[in-house]
């Protein structure tokens, strides 16, 4: 009996004979780049350091496009944006020690945010592996442990016959859901020394699949068929699997409302008359939820800004699909299913019966108008409107990217993403410094479009080297640079806390002489002229910088028990 896995693909006998006469010239180097090409890689990020020269110097050699960031943490950046766009994994590459060093904040950002990120560093030569001192630049006692805590795997070689695999086995991790980064790390006399190694021609780019058990998807179908209030919350994981318009058709079978969360956002259509929006930070939207019988979560472990800082406390039935195990049932009890949020979504349709709920969308628009009203009695006009200028600026299917400032923190309740995978920000890992660079390996993904950035100053100081790189590239990304002078929301919490703020306050340049000194052109806009202003940057070819000096304000959080501007009844 012949299986099919007994099968084997025979080569021709032109792959026959480039197996058996290589080129000559090539190094370890080479079969990190060919790797990466035979499993579809196109375009790869990084920052070049001695140990890594064997990659760098086989870049000549190979079709990939390389983009070179001026620190490796923005690289990072870029390389998860260029992830969450394309499906891709994305391939990093770095140097031993310091340059790995400083792509972690970047790593812990894509982890958190499940995008798939390919990181490929030296280390030092072979003889230093192992922890003894032996004194080599870079040396670390074991550099993969730094990573270990972050990444979902890490793939050490030794040798260059392990390269191919290590490299194909650490893509179908990253692409395995949930995405995520992965760690690969090659020494430098691996890389340098010359391989008589045929050429790498194939690899298996298939990751594997995540699919429900059926019994578990049999019994949260019932209880959706069944339920009297059914409710949905959508995560990040419903973007990350491309599973949006599979929830649509569930809630809409169903009948049930929809929120998303922050990493959610544009999961469900924004003015769909079942859609909460995003509106997940405010306790209209918990109670409501609280109230559901059978609430399904689709792709979120309901963590610290998906539970409106732990505050909710479900009543009903919980049924949880989420990728990743650690996540499932970490927050609440749940019918927990480990299950990729499209296959498991698919399932749910094929067997769910249809729920007519003619009274759900009143239901909706109630919540809607009191989180309204909320906001509408906090004096917020000047928020509200820099938000919606920068929404009609930005064309409809064009990708943004929020760094940790307030206008982001509006954003995820009050943006409209206008469709999943449109807006993008750093709120998994919550670091310093992501909006631009990630907006550059956004531009990067898909240059057909226009890109739009948003930092603080404070936030805009961690990658202001990429203006360089955004030069060097011609990449289309416009940046807007809300200029408070300080961390805006540190001193928000800092005032509240203890009556006054400490450290927040910034000097900080003239962003519109800095960016045209990079050979960018910026412009200084009032809240009045945002748009146009901003607009008219976007749809020029090319980066550009937008500077807004003007100091925001968050609207109150109800997580403390206060609703602000609430109806008592």
Do not use: C
């Not at 191919?164 to 790390?185: D, R």
């Not at 992501?434 to 603080?456: C, E, K, N």
Request: proline share 7%.
């Amino acid at each position: 009996m012949t299986h099919d896995h007994d099968l084997v693909l025979r080569p021709t006998a032109a792959q026959t004979e480039a197996a058996l006469n290589p080129p000559p010239g090539r190094n370890g180097g080479d079969l990190v780049v060919e790797t990466l090409a035979a499993l579809g890689t196109t375009t790869v990020f990084g920052l070049p350091g001695q140990h890594a020269l064997g990659m760098f110097d086989a870049l000549r050699r190979s079709d990939l496009r390389y983009i070179g960031l001026r620190v490796e943490n923005n690289a990072g950046f870029a390389a998860d944006a260029y992830g969450r766009l394309t499906g891709e994994a994305a391939p990093l590459l770095l140097s031993t020690g310091p340059g790995a060093l400083t792509s972690l904040a970047a790593l812990q950002e894509a982890a958190a945010a499940s995008a798939p990120v390919l990181a490929i560093s030296s280390q030092v030569p072979t003889a230093g592996l192992g922890g003894g001192r032996h004194g080599y630049l870079h040396e670390l006692p074991d550099q993969s442990a730094s990573f270990r805590g972050v990444v979902k795997s890490v793939h050490t070689v030794r040798t260059q016959s392990q390269i191919p695999s290590a490299i194909e086995a650490a893509w179908k991790s990253a692409l395995t859901a949930p995405h995520g980064p992965v760690w690969v790390e090659i020494p430098q006399d691996v890389l340098l020394a010359e391989t008589s190694i045929p050429v790498v021609t194939g690899g298996d780019a298939f990751p594997e699949e995540l699919p429900p058990r059926p019994e578990l998807t049999a019994v949260a179908a019932d209880l959706l068929s069944n339920a009297a209030r059914p409710a949905i919350i959508a995560g990040g994981g419903v973007v990350r699997a491309d599973a949006s318009g599979k929830l649509r058709q569930l809630a809409e079978l169903i009948q049930a409302p929809v929120v998303t969360t922050p990493g959610g956002k544009g999961a469900f259509p924004w003015n769909h008359p079942l859609s909460l929006q995003s509106w997940i930070e405010d306790r209209h939207t918990t109670d409501f939820l609280e109230e559901a019988d059978v609430l399904l979560v689709v792709g979120s472990g309901l963590g610290e800004l998906s539970s409106n800082y732990h505050t909710f406390k479900p009543r009903g039935r919980v049924v949880q699909i989420e990728a990743d195990l650690g996540k499932l049932e970490s927050n609440h009890p749940a019918l927990g299913i480990h299950a990729d949020a499209r296959l498991a979504l698919q399932a749910l349709l094929e067997t769910v019966s249809e729920r007519p709920d003619p009274a759900a969308p009143e239901r909706v628009a109630t919540v809607l108008a009191k989180v309204a009203g909320r906001i509408d009695a906090q004096d917020l006009t000047l928020e509200q409107q820099v938000l919606a200028s920068v929404r009609r600026a930005l064309p409809a299917d064009s990708p943004s990217f929020w760094d940790m400032t307030i206008l982001a923190y509006w954003a995820w309740s009050a943006f409209d993403a206008m469709g999943p995978n449109r807006l993008h920000s750093a709120q998994g890992a919550g670091g310093l410094g992501y909006g631009f660079p990630a907006a550059l390996g956004g531009a990067v993904a898909d240059p057909t479009r226009p890109v739009l950035a948003v930092s603080g100053d404070g936030g805009a100081l961690y990658s202001v080297a990429e203006l360089a790189t955004a030069r060097q590239y011609d990449l289309n990304v416009t940046w807007l640079i809300v200029d408070d002078g300080g961390y805006g929301i540190l001193r928000e919490y800092m005032t509240d806390a203890f009556g006054r703020a400490t450290a927040t306050e910034l000097t900080r340049p003239d962003y519109v002489s800095l960016a045209e000194s990079f050979g960018v052109p910026g412009v200084r806009t009032t809240p009045e002229t945002l748009e146009a202003d901003l607009a008219k940057a976007l749809s020029a070819p090319g980066p550009s910088v937008v500077v807004l000096p003007a100091v925001l304000r968050m609207f109150a959080a109800t997580h403390t028990g206060h609703l602000e501007g609430a109806d008592p009844a």
